[in-house]
């Protein structure tokens, strides 16, 4: 117990969009809990459904989520030493449940609080499990909500090179297993078919591939998609799922991998960072880690449970803010549409 | 029921937006457009058009995983995407009155979801895919008499 007092730990709330999540961490890397509401585990404990979706459903599972982040940690309020949580970007309604609770624990704990953005997170579930990371590199943060190229050049220091014009990636994943009826999420689905199929089978196109920014499109090969398909049907042939799914794949990657290269050489670093779950795509881990090998830059990623959305990976990015001394008041509020940036 | 409906063919994302652009000065705070139909057919395109006619200079992206993001504007933008939604119910507990009566525009992807919650006035697109690529079908069915006269002004003119 003793040396527990003399640990720095950090409770984080996470209500960005479906998840409630609250974790915590030790000296900024030892994860002591990290509880999300959808596990398997938590609904075991707690029962009933859980809807995927539903802000004010956050507001049920809040201070179950954070009594058990505290109960698996075996630690009390009264041993923290701050508390963080997500202020955007996500959706209001869910957002504002998250910092309401951690602000009624700052208020009644007198803890100091910190505020995070969501996508800050995502690169830093990395600092979580490789001690060795360091700024600058350039990081890919991919999920369903988001497909965003940073720069970051150190702690807080953060510049969006480009994001997508249209759909995000893991959106893109989820709607062609919705409309092949595959089931949902569709990104593990379309990645398990895909290890059956052939990435060249089918030429969807690369799209941006060729432009000068940093910038993603995913909504044309969305559609390049949906009439492959259309017209296979009309034709009365078989749809080729794993040929198709690992084609669908690689039009995606070829552009992540060119794009996230090209941004790393631009910015002279040597190292990228992926986040997000769809940083959890295997033949995604496994293209981007050829490439960067044959270039000789060094490649980092979380660990599947760490890619999705979780509330340990804020409390790490919030760690980082508390040592700089960064705090915010009792009447912070959040932004949906949270930029990030910095510096 | 429509009195009327309204047909149009648009043979690029960019003819599908400037339809949406020419919509963009017929509107008025309140006001609510949902918008149904096929995947990649072009709802969100056509929501970007709007946006851009409305003055909006952030990017417009698919509100698929946010279910709603919010454009201030003078006249604000929410943008709803309820291709995730299972039950009509989810939408009470997304606070949607807040932005139906909240002084901007409602565009709602995948409105047909929660017609029981639709105000009674209020303009429905049907987007449709056909097997031409670029080449996408909309339906334009106004419901109550502001879109009545709206549509009428809207489409009118071109055809």
Redesign the interface.
């Known amino acids: 117990m003793v040396k527990r007092l003399a640990e720095k730990l950090i409770l984080a709330i996470e209500t960005s969009?479906d998840e409630t999540a609250a974790a915590i961490i030790a000296e900024g890397k030892i994860i002591l809990s990290n509880i999300v509401s959808s596990q398997v585990d938590f609904h075991r404990k707690f029962g009933g459904v859980v809807?995927?979706?539903?802000?004010?459903?956050h507001v049920e599972l809040i201070n179950p989520v954070i009594a058990e982040a505290c109960s698996q940690a075996r630690v009390a309020l009264k041993d923290l030493t701050a508390l963080v949580v997500t202020l955007g970007?996500?959706?209001?309604?869910a957002l504002l449940v998250g910092l309401a609770a951690a602000k009624s624990l700052s208020y009644a704990t007198g803890l100091p609080l910190i505020g995070v953005n969501h996508l800050e997170g995502h690169i830093y579930a990395n600092f979580l499990e490789h001690t060795d990371l360091k700024p600058p590199f350039i990081s890919l943060v991919v999920?369903?909500?988001?497909t965003c190229l940073i720069y970051m050049e150190d702690h807080g220091r953060y510049e969006l090179l480009g994001?997508?014009?249209?759909?995000?990636a893991?959106?893109a994943f989820?709607?062609i297993a919705?409309?092949l009826k595959l089931g949902y999420p569709g990104g593990p689905i379309i990645d398990d078919l895909s290890k059956q199929g052939d990435p060249r089978a089918i030429k969807f196109p690369r799209a941006m591939l060729k432009t000068e920014d940093y910038d993603f499109s995913l909504?044309g090969l969305?559609?390049a998609v949906?009439?492959h398909v259309?017209?296979l049907k009309?034709r009365g042939e078989e749809i080729p799922l794993p040929d198709l799914c690992a084609s669908f794949q690689a039009a995606i990657i070829d552009v992540q991998i060119h794009k996230t290269l090209r941004a790393a050489k631009e910015r002279g670093v040597d190292k990228v960072v992926l986040g997000g779950g769809v940083a959890a795509n295997s033949s995604l881990r496994e293209r981007f880690r050829q490439e960067m090998e044959k270039v000789g830059m060094r490649l980092f990623y979380p660990s599947i449970p760490l890619c999705t959305d979780n509330a340990a990976m804020i409390a790490c990015a919030g760690y980082y803010r508390w040592l700089k001394g960064e705090r915010i008041s009792l009447d912070a509020n959040v932004d949906?549409?949270l930029p990030l940036c910095g510096g | 029921m429509p009195h009327s409906t309204f047909k149009v063919v648009t043979h690029s994302p960019e003819e599908t937006k400037e339809l949406a652009r020419r919509l963009a000065s017929l509107l008025h705070a309140g006001d609510v457009i949902s918008l149904t139909g096929d995947l990649g057919a072009g709802k969100t395109c056509f929501t970007q058009g709007l946006g851009e006619a409305l003055g909006i200079k952030r990017r417009i992206t698919s509100p698929t995983f946010n279910l709603i993001k919010e454009y201030k504007n003078t006249l604000p933008l929410y943008h709803f995407d309820l291709y995730r939604l299972d039950s009509p119910l989810e939408m009470l507990d997304l606070g949607y009155e807040e932005y139906f009566f909240g002084g901007g525009i409602t565009v709602i992807e995948w409105g047909d979801k929660v017609v029981s919650l639709l105000p009674s006035n209020y303009l429905e697109i049907s987007f449709k895919r056909l097997l031409d690529e670029n080449v996408r079908e909309l339906r334009i069915f106004p419901h109550g008499p502001r879109w009545e006269k709206a549509t009428e002004e809207w489409i009118k003119p071109e055809e």
């Open positions: 969009c809807p995927e979706i539903a802000s004010r459903k970007p996500g959706l209001m309604g999920s369903g909500g988001h994001e997508t014009l249209d759909d995000a893991g959106e989820d709607k919705g409309f909504s969305k559609t949906l009439n259309t017209r009309e949906p549409n």
